[in-house]
């Protein structure tokens, strides 16, 4: 017994001795290996993950570039990556430190790309996806992205309201796809997985974002089916990562230029111009410009004006002005748990009088690990955007040009009657009607009309991420976007809408309280496997969504104590009240696969089935796609081509997406009114009446494209090329065709009309020198992009549609024609100046036009000499309607931009220039600053230049006149509201240099007693220089945009150069 004993203690003392040994073993196989990143300057690289291959360790670079990672053996290999870097794979050996010095790879191609519920590898698109520069687009000093994004990306044009402060943009991708005088085109917008097409963008800091894709073609926007015809931006905000905390701070302080003034006439040609206006009265004359001059002993003459200083209104009420922006974030985390929050606010003080906006954001973001299968997320967007004083370009429910602004800024008087009158304390103008022209002292509108507009808005989203098994991953997500507008304006007695001179209703104000709000729930099952090089993945989705729309407001005349503003106005008299309130669901089913064979061969393909309740009887559209590409490149023939061929990828794709933006909310019923009333008995009985007339027919509209691209890379991806030329054809628009009388109703929404779109874009970018330790690294990229829009089709055969601005005076203004592109302008072709030899002179100063002259619309014996032609285009003799014709081009022939970026011992130097070109722009300013037919109007300086009759002198001699073709005589003309010609239509073609900054940032090794992780200053500069032959303020605006008016100006607000100094750093 005592032998077995013994046995059993030696056995078990060599199994533990054993044990104990392989123990030992495995530690000594398992060894620590550290060293430093950096990139080619030699700067260190935080954020590189460092992994071994083949294995889940892995580990991510501090803020100093510095790793350590545990590696089981000696023949481990890590890998070390990082977007818009080579990944390098070094095997450890007997090396304990390995410092690593990263790449930039210029063709990028292992950079990941968002294309809508998933992202993929850039080498791996199949469909047309542009990445925005991120680094690049933050360079630009503004309160919201897309105000940068101009000229960054091809196949994308960006127009601006003006230059008004948080003036909104209208982004439109490859053209127009709708016939419409109130839709834009805009892109469906995707912020953190949450799909709209009217977002505030506003809301979000440009310094918040990750990155921004642009999805063009139906290949890449169809898995969004039904609101992916215009294009879809997928942003991505910055969420925590693995790392130590850190706080960055990121600010600056801008000066706004002084806008550049339009030439206007100086006092001598102003009253000039009155003297020819009122030659024969001038008893009216010695009572205002020529009166008796107490300080002279005598009445003044015109020659007293020549030195006389004008008042000069745009002097007085625009000037230079600062703007600051304050960003503040933290972010980090650990391996199972990730974190970021960031704070900022932006302040802008507009270059006009009291106009200004400032914008108050913050957002949360949280990543938690559960298990190691279950990860579940969440984010928060809170903004607060406040916009005050005068929107110039915006209508305020006159009816006549003259209540815009700028009208009066430019055109109210320069001049006293009186050297001893001061203008500023003038309300009005005594010699000017009220009742038809709106004109009001502009220094007193703008300090006394009171404007507001505050948006509050909390976006708040959450996911739920479960790894079921290795392959198979299921994702749940949910959405809520709320936003609350309040807009309120109050006029008191010292402005033209509530002035007693010309408004019976008095001071007065009104509000609006307006609230959205949107949902969304998204789940999708995801299934991935690689098996000998076939890479499969398969995707189901279904989207429950939904948004709902709330308006109340009113508005009160009469106000007793004006001194309340809009807090009085419950003691006024109600005017107006309103309410109303819609809503919209959607619900879809949505499917992906993916397939790639050693990413050579490339097939992606996508069905979704979106069901509205905007079509009540055609609610289900179904939009399939497919695509495909083939890496060229990557063949083995290609082998010997790979020192300067790197990259060849040919691309094709094809797909179906729609719209239901039907005008109306609910197109297919039939919608009563109650707003009007019927006499019956003697009295007044309230009426409900049929409003619209119910189509249970309509249906989706469908955009059909198809993409061919090409990707180039040559000598190691220094020099890249992307070429893409895309066909796209929409068809069933929903728009309004006219219905025969005997219905009862003018038109009715229909499935009709098309448009097409063809178009070439083409990015090139090159590594024009590679840089490293103490060399300059020059790097271009440049992009420009073509598209042809074309009317196919238009309702019942109807060949042309004639849109106008909501002016009474400019109605006519667009045309849609079959055969033609979209925002063509509409009127009649100016042709000079009517001369002396086009008459016949009767009697003295009795003219008679001659036969064959053909007359301006007016009866030929009421032309004179110095009234405007304007072109015979059908050649019958006389003017009519039937002579008008296209004058001019909303849209541009091609569009595009480039940057040069220089770096060197830590200094960057960044210069970026945008252009559009050949795209026309209605200045209707001119129209009402040249008309040279009422008094006391200033007017354009270029007015002085207009015809002049010859005067007969007292010993009949002949003086004679300016016989200037350029602008007819003072009095005279058919120049009447709604008579626009082909004079006011200006080539706004513009080369600008949009953005430039000089930075520099400090060496790590300055900063490391201060604890300060980086450090970097910046002085930048934007729209500083403009070549333009415009005359305008600015040729990048649009004050009516939609798919019909592109490229209208009246009344806009300036636009400024911008210098900014700024300081970016974190600890």
């Known amino acids: 017994m005592e032998k077995y004993k013994k046995m059993i203690l030696r056995r078990s003392q060599c199994v533990l001795l054993a044990l104990f040994f392989s123990i030992s073993a495995v530690w000594a196989q398992t060894f620590s290996v550290g060293g430093i990143v950096t990139d080619g300057t030699q700067a260190p690289m935080p954020g590189v993950t460092v992994s071994v291959k083949g294995d889940k360790i892995g580990a991510v670079t501090d803020v100093n570039g510095r790793y350590n990672i545990s590696v089981p053996d000696r023949s481990s290999v890590l890998v070390f990556s990082f977007i818009g870097f080579t990944t390098q794979e070094i095997k450890v050996g007997s090396k304990k430190q390995i410092n690593v010095e990263l790449q930039e790879d210029a063709m990028m191609l292992d950079e990941v790309v968002a294309i809508g519920y998933g992202s993929v590898k850039k080498s791996d698109l199949t469909g047309s996806v542009a990445k925005v520069d991120m680094e690049d687009l933050t360079k630009a000093a503004v309160a919201s992205f897309d105000q940068a994004l101009a000229g960054r990306i091809s196949g994308v044009q960006v127009v601006s309201t003006d230059g008004r402060p948080g003036a909104s943009t209208n982004i439109v991708i490859r053209g127009s796809n709708t016939i419409s005088d109130t839709s834009d085109g805009s892109p469906l917008y995707v912020i953190d997985g949450f799909p709209t097409s009217d977002p505030n963008l506003a809301a979000y800091n440009p310094n918040d974002i990750e990155s921004i894709d642009v999805l063009k ?96 209104w745009q002097d007085i009420l625009l000037d230079g002005a600062p703007y600051t922006s304050h960003h503040v974030s933290l972010s980090g985390g650990t391996q199972r748990t990730k974190y970021s929050a960031s704070a900022s606010y932006f302040y802008q003080k507009g270059t006009l009088t009291r106009s200004q906006y400032n914008s108050f954001r913050a957002r949360v973001t949280l990543d938690q690990q559960l298990s190691k299968n279950v990860t579940i997320g969440t984010t928060v967007n809170y903004s607060n ?108 007695s010292n402005t033209y809408w509530g002035d007693e001179q010309y408004q019976p209703d008095k001071q007065n104000g009104s509000f609006n309280y307006t609230e959205y709000n949107n949902w969304s729930n998204d789940y999708t099952l995801t299934y991935r496997t690689n098996k000998k090089g076939h890479n499969i993945m398969g995707m189901l989705g279904a989207s429950l969504s939904g948004n709902q729309y709330q308006r109340l407001g009113g508005s009160s005349s009469l106000v007793p104590w004006e001194e309340l503003g809009l807090w009085g106005i419950d003691q006024g008299t109600a005017k107006r009240t309103m309410a109303e309130k819609t ?47 083939w890496r060229v490149s990557e063949e083995k023939f290609m082998k010997k081509s790979r020192k300067w061929l790197s990259n060849l990828k040919l691309r094709v794709g094809w797909g179906i997406t729609g719209n239901n933006g039907t005008e109306v909310n609910y197109p297919s019923h039939l919608l009563y009114a109650g707003n009007e009333n019927y006499a019956f008995g003697g009295v007044m009985n309230p009426a409900i009446y049929p409003k619209q007339l119910a189509n249970r027919d309509l249906k989706w509209e469908s955009t059909y494209q198809t993409n061919i691209g090409i990707d180039l890379g040559f000598f190691n991806n220094r020099i890249n090329a992307v070429v893409d030329w895309y066909l796209k054809d929409t068809k069933d628009l929903l728009l309004y065709a006219d219905t025969p009388p005997s219905i009862g109703y003018e038109r009715v929404q229909q499935n009709v009309g098309s448009v097409r779109n063809t178009g070439m874009e083409f990015n090139i970018s090159t590594v024009n020198l590679k ?29 042309s549609r004639v849109v106008g601005i909501r002016y009474p005076e400019l109605r006519d203004m667009y045309i849609a024609k079959v055969g033609h592109p979209l925002s063509e ?159 006011e239509v200006e080539d706004a073609s513009v080369l600008r240099l949009k953005t430039i900054q000089l930075g520099y940032n400090f060496p790590s090794k300055w900063l490391k007693k201060s604890g300060i992780k980086s450090f970097r200053i910046y002085l930048s500069g934007q729209d500083l220089i403009t070549w333009t032959k415009y005359s305008g303020y600015d040729p990048e605006v649009s004050t009516r945009n939609s798919s019909m008016t592109r490229g209208f100006d009246y009344s806009a607000y300036p636009r400024s150069a911008t210098y900014t100094v700024g300081v970016k750093m974190s600890i």
Request: glycine share 8%.
């Open 825 to 983: 302008m509409y009127g009649y072709v100016f042709d000079g100046i009517y001369q002396y030899e086009d008459f016949n002179e009767i009697a003295p100063n009795v003219f008679v036009l001659k036969q064959g002259i053909p007359d301006n619309g007016r009866k030929r014996s009421e032309i004179r000499p110095g009234d405007p032609k304007l072109k015979d285009i059908n050649g019958d003799g006389k003017i009519t309607t039937d002579d008008r014709t296209i004058i001019g081009h909303g849209l541009p022939i091609h569009i595009g931009g480039f940057t040069n970026t220089f770096e060197y011992r830590g200094f960057d130097l960044s210069v970026f220039f945008q252009w559009s070109y050949g795209n026309d722009l209605i200045n209707y300013n001119r129209k009402l600053l040249e008309e040279l037919r009422g008094g006391h109007t200033n007017q354009l300086a270029t007015a002085v230049n207009h015809w002049t009759p010859r005067t007969v002198n007292a010993d009949g001699t002949v003086t004679e006149g300016n016989y200037t073709n350029y602008l007819w005589a003072p009095t005279r003309g058919f120049y009447e509201p709604g008579f626009n010609t082909n004079r």
């Open 385 to 492: 955007n406040k916009t005050q004083g005068a929107n110039p370009s915006e209508s305020h429910g006159g009816w006549s040009c003259s209540h815009y602004l700028f009208y009066s800024i430019l055109g109210y008087r320069p001049l006293t009657y009186n050297v001893d009158q001061d203008l500023l304390n003038e309300a009005f103008d005594p010699n000017i009607s009220g009742a038809n022209d709106y004109r009001y002292n502009p220094v007193k509108t703008v300090q006394n009309e009171e404007n507001e507009n505050v948006n509050r808005s909390l976006n708040m989203n959450a996911y739920f991420n479960w790894k079921i098994t290795k392959n198979l991953e299921f994702r749940a997500t949910g959405s809520l976007n709320s936003s609350i507008i309040r807009s309120y304006s109050f006029n008191n």
């Open 583 to 629: 809503e919209q669901h959607m619900m879809s089913f949505f499917a992906r696969a993916n397939y790639d064979w050693k990413s050579r061969y490339l097939f992606t393909g996508t069905i979704r089935a979106d069901g509205s309740s905007r079509l009540i009887y055609h609610k289900w559209g179904y939009f399939p796609s497919v695509s495909g590409a």
């Open 771 to 799: 840089g490293g330790k103490n060399r300059l690294k020059w790097t271009t990229s440049f992009n420009i992009s073509f598209n042809k829009n074309e009317v196919t089709a238009l309702s019942n055969g109807q060949l």
């Open 217 to 312: 073609d139906a290949s890449a926007t169809a898995i969004y089916g039904a609101r992916g015809a215009n294009g879809v931006i997928i942003v991505k905000t910055k969420r925590g990562k693995e790392a130590p905390p850190t706080v960055t701070y990121d600010g600056y302080f801008s000066w706004q230029t002084e806008p550049q003034f339009l030439k206007l006439m100086n006092a001598y040609d102003f009253v000039k111009l009155q003297i020819e206006l009122d030659e024969t009265s001038e008893q009216y004359l010695k009572s205002t410009y020529l009166s008796y001059d107490e300080s002279l002993g005598r009445y003044q003459r015109l020659d007293d004006y020549k030195n006389r200083k004008a008042y000069n």
